[in-house]
């Protein structure tokens, strides 16, 4: 992986660009971060637990500087809608805009309802004070932190409660876990296990959006993973899991 520095500097979707000086206004602290993410995103898949109709949600993810941009002109009474990946890149955007190195991870959540890992994607920052990588959920508010029963610190994750997906392929493949514990609702697999494989290895170099975020129109044949197939995801997992 990188070095700090790295993550430190902005990627194309994290720069605010002339949206940088509402971030300069903000607390310091990481709960006030997450708290302006979710003042301006609404995540499409939760829009009826708000009270707000789902259908024709975008769930595009956004360049953090258009997402602000939008933002200003629907602000204030409607936010924009997105996904947990939106909320990430968001905080993200915050930390480096502080000199703070994060970045976006693509992996499973333990603490949804659909599946024991649900497709999901946090901040990763770097706590200077404890000298180690932890983790941040952006996108759960009071509201889905009743509806969810959460009852821990999601600005800096237990351990367990989020695996990034490196982590998930390596248990998997360890026999811990069933491959169909992982996955985003009904789609459920090692087939799926590998689609958050090959977008995390492709966010820690900054590049947050990718083809594999078409898993939807996978064929069939595509869900079968070859001994190669298999063998290249070890490596990448070993790599990345941190």
Sequence with gaps: MHGLDYYAAHGSLTEPGDHAREFAGLPADLGSHCRFAQ?????????????VAG??????TLPVAERMKL?????????????CRDFALMVCSIQRQR????????????????????????????DARK?????????IDELQRRHLGVDFDTTD????KFLNAGQAWSIWR????EATAFGHGEATGAWFLRINLMRDELALPKHEISEWDAWRQLPVED???????????????EATKG
Excluded: M
């Design 71 to 83: 933002a200003k002109r629907l602000l204030p009474g409607k936010k924009t809608s997105g996904t």
């Design 131 to 139: 000298q180690r990588w932890a983790l941040a959920d952006a996108q």
């Design 223 to 237: 869900k079968l993973l070859s001994a190669e197939v298999l063998a290249e995801c070890d490596r990448i997992a």
């Design 157 to 160: 994750l237990p351990a367990g």
């Design 174 to 177: 360890a026999g811990k876990v």
């Design 99 to 126: 000199g703070t190195p994060a970045r976006v991870r693509c992996g499973f959540a333990s603490y949804f309802t659909s599946n024991p890992f649900e497709d999901h994607w946090v901040c990763e920052y770097w």
């Design 39 to 51: 003042d301006i995103i609404l995540h499409a898949d939760w829009a009826g637990l708000y009270g």
């Design 55 to 60: 259908d024709g949600l975008s769930r595009e």
